[in-house]
């Protein structure tokens, strides 16, 4: 619902035309974005908290492959400080592990506003120049590794057989997070 309300008005090429990017890669990157995230792909088997009980944990290809692609391409075209970037990645990690809750049948979930206020505002206090391009790596990877990977051991005592970072609890969050981020920063 929130995907369609950025597209109607036309919110995506504007955040994407502040990373630099063109209307029409904005577009190919939000159909690859969507597309992919009906697709997980197997990375490995935890054990469960029972005994035989396993938890299979995959990765979405539309929530965290593709992201973090953006991501390292954005790293390249944009000279970005490295320790200025580690900070707000750290930073927005941590309130990302700290705001995740589980959600039965779902996996982990966050609120989905406070990831990319989080980032704007570290990225614009840490580099104003480059602020929407640290807001978007910030914001993609901090709710990736905060609530996703920070949580790994969590999905152990949901139950779940089935787990997928940048899957259903966080794909939402991940998207959001990346767009609004660079908006405000």
């Given amino acids: 619902m929130f995907l369609m309300a950025f597209v109607q008005v036309g919110v995506l090429a504007i955040a994407f035309q502040k990373l630099e990017l063109s209307a029409h890669s904005a577009y190919l990157l939000f159909a690859t974005i969507l597309a992919g995230s009906m697709v997980n792909v197997p990375l490995f088997r935890m054990k469960g908290e029972s005994p035989g009980e396993e938890v299979a944990i995959h990765v979405n290809v539309g929530g965290c492959v593709v992201p973090v692609a ?69 914001g993609t990877l901090g709710v990736l590794i905060g609530s996703d990977l920070f949580h790994l051991e969590d999905l152990r005592k949901m139950g779940a057989p089935y787990a997928s970072i940048g899957g259903a609890g966080s794909f939402d969050g991940i998207f959001i997070t990346g767009i609004v981020a660079v908006l405000l920063a």
Avoid: E, K, N, W
């Fill in 70 to 138: 953006f991501c390292i391409y954005l790293m390249g075209h944009h000279p970005l400080d490295f320790f200025r970037l580690s900070i707000a990645v750290l930073l927005v990690s941590l309130l990302c592990y700290r705001i995740s809750r589980q959600v039965p049948g779902v996996g982990i979930g966050m609120p989905v506003f406070l990831a990319p206020i989080a980032a704007a505002t570290v990225s614009y206090l840490l580099d104003a120049q480059d602020a929407p391009s640290l807001a978007y790596i910030s």
